[in-house]
């Protein structure tokens, strides 16, 4: 099923709610009504380089924000409301502001700059909203490929904070960093200095 554009709407998303460590990334995009929807889709069914390409093709050719919550207000809102909070300051930044908005997920943001709605799984229904969802990913992506040349033992580079065994083995041995989200079970667990 193609998915829908609407007129002068925004759709927001964000990318980095699960992992252990590093930012949540969300960005609102207002797409033209001239825009190429071709391949445009949810990041997650996305090979890494079709998002890179379409991540270029978006910012080029759309009105988008990136906004970034860092994991001592993640610790502080906790990670649902840090993501709204995302979310809802990337829709804010948008000029002009958009006239709608679709938001992924089950919950609006607590101040939304316009009116909206939000839409379980839109990442696969509205094209605002998938392509949010590929700059936000792609956007976290990089970061977290940046902290891995920072924090190189933990491998940021190839879960991007997710918890796999590779990741939580090196929550055991070197203990949490800097970037990762202390109100977050595992790395309650293994909370001590980080060895470099």
Same mark, same amino acid.
């Given at each position: 099923?193609?998915?829908? $554009?609407?007129?002068?709407?925004?759709? /927001?998303?964000?990318?980095? @709610?699960? !992992?252990? /460590?590093?930012?949540?990334?969300?960005?609102?995009?207002?797409? &033209?009504?001239?825009?190429?929807?071709?391949?445009?889709?949810?990041?997650?069914?996305?090979?890494? @380089?079709?998002?890179?390409?379409?991540?270029?093709?978006?910012?080029?050719?759309?009105?988008?924000?990136?906004?970034?919550? %860092? !994991?001592?207000?993640?610790?502080?809102?906790?990670?649902?409301? /840090?993501?709204?909070? #995302?979310?809802?300051?990337?829709?804010?930044?948008?000029? &002009?502001?958009?006239?709608? #908005?679709?938001?992924?997920?089950?919950?609006?943001?607590?101040?939304?700059?316009?009116?909206?709605?939000?839409?379980?799984?839109?990442?696969?229904?509205?094209?605002?909203?998938? #392509?949010?969802?590929?700059? /936000?990913?792609?956007?976290?992506?990089?970061?977290?490929?940046?902290?891995?040349?920072?924090?190189?033992?933990?491998?940021?580079?190839? $879960?991007?904070?997710?918890?796999?065994? %590779? $990741?939580?083995?090196?929550? @055991?041995?070197?203990?949490?960093?800097?970037? $990762? @989200?202390?109100?977050?079970? !595992?790395?309650?667990?293994?909370?001590?200095?980080?060895?470099?």
């Amino acid at each position: 099923m193609p998915l829908i $554009h609407v007129s002068g709407a925004a759709g /927001a998303d964000e990318a980095g @709610r699960g !992992p252990l /460590a590093g930012p949540v990334v969300a960005s609102a995009v207002i797409l &033209p009504d001239c825009f190429d929807l071709s391949r445009i889709d949810d990041s997650k069914k996305l090979d890494p @380089r079709i998002r890179e390409e379409l991540s270029i093709r978006i910012k080029a050719g759309a009105v988008y924000w990136i906004e970034r919550v %860092e !994991p001592a207000e993640i610790d502080r809102l906790n990670i649902l409301w /840090a993501s709204m909070a #995302a979310m809802e300051r990337a829709l804010g930044k948008l000029a &002009p502001l958009p006239t709608y #908005a679709y938001i992924d997920g089950n919950r609006l943001p607590r101040e939304m700059p316009c009116p909206g709605e939000w839409v379980i799984k839109g990442d696969g229904k509205y094209a605002c909203i998938a #392509a949010a969802s590929i700059l /936000a990913k792609v956007e976290r992506d990089r970061l977290m490929t940046e902290y891995a040349t920072e924090y190189p033992q933990y491998g940021f580079e190839r $879960h991007f904070g997710y918890p796999t065994p %590779e $990741h939580l083995e090196a929550l @055991r041995k070197f203990g949490p960093c800097p970037i $990762h @989200r202390r109100s977050f079970a !595992p790395v309650r667990e293994f909370d001590q200095p980080c060895l470099l």
